[in-house]
């Protein structure tokens, strides 16, 4: 089995050590000359391969670009905002976006089919996409399985540049499906270099660590390919937001989450009965105080609800005190989920056309 499975379970272990075996250097290396975001503050974005020569790129008035991928597979959860949090990211820092439809590696890894993938990708990706900021219009979306015969045949001639042995080793299988996913996947990443999108130019692709193996190998054939050139993509990564009961983020375990099209009651019953980290007892509480590194709800706060990080120091030194109870936290989650869904579900009720129009577009 691979050590890191880009269509298998998300827990990656140890971030450190997976850092260390696959080349990954520490984001504090390059942090001064980051914008003043809170997933880089806070080290949510944790590592990056190459980043420096992005923001070379970038400082010197060059071009640079973004691609990333939506993968349908259900409801649109806080944990997929992440990523929409970094690319609004690079939308700000003036990179050119590209973002794919992966409906045909759901297709073939996960058997949803090309219809159902469309839907989802409209209704629970595009539009919370568009309400949360993306300039859909400035920004080179597509379906993978309407990338283009160009796009495709790059695909296909990717495949003379990796071996089996190597697909093997990195994924853990060579079947079929995998391998034809996998080099549409390379095909997706080297996209903004495509002579006809103004050839080479950094790129970089914000993932999660189980996302590295087609990072590594998009290198590769970045390396080798010969009909054009390409530079190797750069990659960012985050860390994983761990689900409100504890465990994993599921999309098929809605407790886990909050969906960015919960009624405010949903999602304030989600956050009344998640995980914390506070103690058994009032009396214990107050004593030794909450534990934040198990607590699923300061969690919720420190990713996504809690934009100024003294406003947050403060909570936390306040529960880890135990001055602050469980409860009073959670009520502080509550009151900024209400705030953001409201002002959420009424821009994505405005997103319907923007959104209307790029899949008439697609046919």
């Known amino acids: 089995m691979p050590e890191v499975d880009p269509w298998g379970e998300v827990e990656t272990g140890s971030y450190a050590e997976k850092m260390e075996k696959f080349g990954i250097d520490p984001i504090t290396d390059i942090e001064h000359r980051m914008p003043d975001n809170l997933l880089v503050r806070r080290g949510i974005i944790f590592g990056h391969r190459d980043m420096d020569r992005f923001l070379e790129e970038l400082e010197n008035g060059g071009e640079v670009a973004m691609i990333t991928g939506i993968q349908p597979s259900g409801l649109f959860h806080m944990g997929h905002k992440l990523v929409v949090d970094q690319i609004l990211m690079y939308q700000d820092m003036g990179a050119q ?4 439809a992966a409906d045909v ?10 219809e159902k993938g469309r839907e989802l990708v409209a209704e629970q990706y595009l539009k919370n996409y568009v309400a949360l900021g993306l300039e859909l219009d400035e920004t080179d979306f597509y379906f993978q399985s309407q990338a283009g015969n160009d796009h495709l045949s790059r ?28 080099q549409i996947q390379y095909a997706d990443i080297l996209r903004p270099q495509f002579p006809e999108n103004g050839g080479p130019k950094p790129t970089v692709v914000p993932v999660g660590l189980e996302q590295d193996p087609h990072i590594r190998l998009a290198r590769e054939v970045a390396r080798k390919f010969r009909d054009h050139d390409f530079t190797k993509p750069v990659s960012t990564y985050n860390k994983f937001m761990r689900g409100l009961t504890g465990g994993k983020m599921s999309s098929s375990q809605p407790k886990s989450y909050i969906s960015l099209t919960d009624s405010v009651e949903e999602a304030k019953q989600k956050i009344d009965d998640a995980k914390t980290g506070g103690q058994d007892s009032l009396e214990e509480h107050r004593r030794k105080g909450g534990d934040v590194s198990e607590d699923m709800v300061f969690e919720l706060l420190a990713y996504h609800l809690v934009e100024d990080d003294a406003e947050l120091e403060r909570i936390r030194r306040e529960y880890e005190s135990g001055e602050m109870l469980s409860s009073e936290l959670k009520e502080i989650a509550k009151s900024r989920i209400e705030e953001f869904l409201v002002e959420h579900q009424r821009k994505r009720e405005e997103a319907e056309p923007a959104v209307q129009q790029v899949l008439d577009e697609h046919g």
């Open 97 to 100: 976006l590209t973002i794919t």
């Open 105 to 114: 590696e759901a297709y073939n890894t996960r058997g949803i089919s090309l």
């Open 155 to 182: 695909a296909a001639r990717f495949g003379r540049y990796v071996t089996q042995n190597e697909m093997e080793a990195t994924y853990g299988s060579g079947e079929p499906k995998k391998m034809s996913s996998a």
